[in-house]
């Protein structure tokens, strides 16, 4: 199978702007999760959606948001773009059968805001 | 709130030696446990889980972790060192009922020397 993808890889945007991300989960995974990864901050999740809907939110602020396809694949979205969401924001699935709670992780997308 | 604390930031090992990175989690009940590792530039990669029943858990590339409900811990272990291993390896834990939501440790790099 292949694995979690995820574009663009690398990505620079300017203050203000606003971008979006894609995630195209494992073939029959049907939970995505985004979390983003700073030095400062480490590792933190922002949310998950399953079956297109919206089941847990970390504590980010309301610019970032995202959805779920039928097809499972995910885009999240930051609005008016600051300085300190450069970081790396990972995308990870989950089939979620038999209470599987392993999570794949795609490359990430590198976001730098200047 | 639940944390999880990985005490060692930076850990260096000569090559052939043992390892063990050491995972704490702060939680009331037993969370479901797991090791990630990520090289530079990568995305994560699932080394191994616990969700139940023995407290030994092997997982890929040699590795190891033992649970240990007693001292809330789950370090992670290899035998023998390989050039290859050094990488950032996180510990993350995830609530039962908490769907998808990982909480990573800071993470802990390793460095291989020859």
């Known amino acids: 199978k292949a694995g979690v993808t995820q574009t663009p890889r690398y990505l620079i945007k300017t203050r203000g702007q606003q971008v979006t991300l894609s995630c195209s989960p494992i073939s029959g995974h049907r939970s995505v999760s985004w979390y983003q990864q700073t030095p400062g901050q480490g590792l933190q999740f922002l949310f998950e959606?399953?079956?297109?809907?919206?089941?847990n939110k970390g504590n980010f602020p309301g610019r970032f948001s995202g959805r779920q396809f039928s097809n499972s694949r995910s885009e999240m979205n930051v609005s008016t773009l600051e300085l300190g969401d450069s970081a790396l924001y990972l995308c990870a699935s989950s089939s979620l059968t038999s209470g599987n709670y392993e999570q794949y992780f795609g490359p990430g997308t590198r976001l730098t805001v200047t | 709130a639940q944390s999880v604390t990985q005490p060692d930031i930076h850990i260096t090992v000569s090559e052939g030696a043992s390892l063990e990175l050491r995972c704490n989690y702060s939680y009331g009940a037993t969370p479901y446990l797991f090791w990630y590792v990520q090289s530079p530039g990568q995305g994560l990669q699932l080394l191994l889980k616990?969700?139940?029943?023995?407290?030994l858990v092997q997982g890929i590339k040699g590795f190891e972790a033992e649970f240990k409900r007693s001292q809330s811990s789950f370090n992670l272990r290899k035998p023998s060192v390989h050039w290859s291993d050094a990488a950032e390896y996180f510990c993350a834990v995830a609530l039962s009922g908490g769907y998808n939501k990982l909480i990573f440790g800071a993470g802990t790099r390793l460095a291989v020397h020859p």
């Open positions: 616990y969700f139940s029943g023995d407290t």
């Open positions: 959606y399953f079956s297109e809907t919206q089941r």
